[in-house]
């Protein structure tokens, strides 16, 4: 790519005005510069990773001792009505493993109070939900670099701090901030890593960004395997998120971000940088304007317009639908393992590096079948999988290796289909309110995150029961999302009027000519 570059380079001058995306082909598109700090930004990104699913750990209920009456010692889990008293508290005198802690051994949420540790959870993705949309704005006003620090950094001392407290009051207080910060840093280190992408690895890239968090779940299993004691865990999990204090100065402002503001020498001096680190001649890169224009119009439309226009009301309330279902299936089955049987950390680690394939599967698809038939497919399969496990699990749940295998198929499925999703979103809705399209679809993603501990939590009373609301409502999806139209080799509508052209296309291709009105 890099020789490629050079030579056109040096064959003609670069054009003195373009848009950013076509300086990004001059300078080059995924060179030298653009891998060091989309690998540096990823990798740091890895300790907030694990702090999305730590809960798996550090509130795990492990098997206790309760005293009976007639004096022999029951041994119990969290599904043991004989080890609950009357008023649904843990027996007097249970005794937990002394080898292993957590925040229910320590603050007895067992019984009537095993709620609570997933409780913690949701608490932590509703933060998360806050955290996207207060650092998005953020992001926007102030820029990349600046914010992403201040969520690293404050969301670390947070967590050190979350190991200290000595109440569960404050633990989910804490829990609460750091899941506004980890979702600030989540989002930032998308855009950052991936906005000096060029246009044709773009794509790619952002596929590609689930799996440093698999990488990110794999480490925290690791970990969570040596350390069983929830504070030093909590402890060791967070704490290289400081590192981005060294590789901070080294980590450019968005060159993309610079030119929006009109601070359009500041993005030349690092465009000319990014040029000169990917082995490119030195060319003098300027941008056309920001279309004035283009701007008010886009301005002029808020989340309302997402539900006054047929067509895009369609579009909104399908993904939202969508988004919030693979959501709450992803983070389902995450948790979930606990409810499979056999080796927690196995499992945990097993079903995290299933997704690293998945992203291969996801090019795949993308470029063979589409965007709407590659989303029915993975939702149909996370489905089927579901389905599959939750017959097992019926009966009687001896088959733990087969229990653990459709889990672990299930989990491929929905986490190739997040990637799709992403894609898919991004192409659907118009420019004048994708923004504010992709912010309700990832408040929906949230919703369902928030949804999904308590799902696992039905699964004490009842296994399967997890395993059939998943798949019910990943089928449900899966039908939902061929109402969509297929945007794979067409350009991304700019207005209403062209997503209107994309549905009556779509219309006369299943024979039916009512256009985007037939939709509702």
Not at 226 to 233: A, S, V
Not at 394 to 408: D, H, M, P
Request: glycine share 8%; with cysteine.
């Amino acid at each position: 790519m890099a020789s490629t570059g050079k030579n056109f380079a040096s064959a003609q001058s670069v054009p003195k005005r373009m848009d950013f995306d076509s300086a990004l082909q001059h300078v080059g598109e995924f060179g030298r510069h653009q891998k060091r700090i989309y690998f540096l930004v990823s990798f740091i990104s890895l300790p907030l990773c694990a702090q999305m699913l730590i809960v798996v750990f550090v509130g795990a209920i492990p098997e206790w001792k309760c005293p009976s009456p007639d004096g022999d010692i029951l041994h119990c889990n969290s599904t043991s009505a004989r080890c609950c008293g009357e008023d649904g508290a843990i027996c007097r005198g249970a005794k937990f493993p002394s080898d292993f802690t957590s925040i229910a051994t320590e603050w007895n949420l067992a019984c009537s109070q095993r709620y609570k540790c997933e409780l913690s959870q949701s608490i932590f993705v509703a933060g998360y939900m806050f955290g996207v949309l207060i650092f998005g704005i953020l992001s926007d006003k102030y820029g990349r670099r600046k914010p992403w620090l201040f969520a690293y950094i404050v969301g670390g001392v947070l967590a050190l701090i979350s190991a200290t407290v000595r109440s569960y009051e404050e633990y989910i207080v804490l829990r609460f901030a750091m899941g506004l910060l980890n979702g600030g840093g989540g989002l930032i280190t998308y855009v950052l890593s991936t906005e000096s992408i060029g246009p044709s690895y773009r794509g790619t890239a952002g596929t590609w960004q689930q799996a440093f968090s698999a990488v990110g779940y794999v480490f925290l299993a690791i970990e969570a395997y040596f350390i069983r004691n929830w504070r030093t865990l909590t402890v060791i999990s967070i704490f290289p998120s400081f590192v981005v204090l060294l590789v901070f100065k080294s980590i450019p402002e968005s060159p993309r971000w610079l030119a929006s503001q009109g601070k359009i020498k500041e993005a030349e001096q690092i465009l000319r940088k990014i040029e000169k680190e990917n082995g490119f001649q030195k060319n003098e890169v300027v941008f056309l304007k920001t279309d004035a224009k283009g701007n008010t119009e886009s301005s002029q439309y808020g989340m309302i317009n997402l539900f006054t226009h047929k067509s895009v009301c369609v579009v909104t309330v399908i993904m939202m639908l969508i988004w919030c279902v693979n959501s709450m299936v992803y983070y389902g089955l995450a948790l979930n393992v606990k409810n499979l049987g056999g080796n927690l950390y196995i499992n945990f680690s097993l079903a995290s590096l299933i997704e690293l394939p998945s992203c291969f599967v996801t090019q795949f698809l993308l470029a063979k079948l589409g965007r709407r038939k590659g989303l029915f497919c993975l939702l149909l399969g996370a489905s089927v999988a579901c389905f599959l496990c939750m017959f097992l699990q019926l009966q009687g749940g001896q088959n733990v290796a087969a229990i653990s295998i459709t889990a672990l198929i299930g989990r491929f499925f929905i986490s190739a289909s997040f990637a799709v999703l992403y894609v898919y979103s991004a192409e659907l809705f118009p420019t004048v309110v994708r923004n504010v399209g992709m912010g309700i679809s990832s408040l929906s993603a949230r919703l369902g995150g928030m949804v999904a501990p308590f799902i696992v939590l039905l699964g004490d009373e009842s296994a399967p029961f997890p395993m059939f609301v998943f798949a019910c409502t990943a089928l449900f999806a899966a039908v939902t999302g061929l109402r969509l139209h297929e945007t794979q080799g067409r350009p991304m509508p700019e207005t209403f009027e062209e997503l209107d052209e994309n549905y009556v296309r779509k219309q006369k291709t299943n024979g039916d000519h009512k256009g985007a009105d037939s939709l509702l």
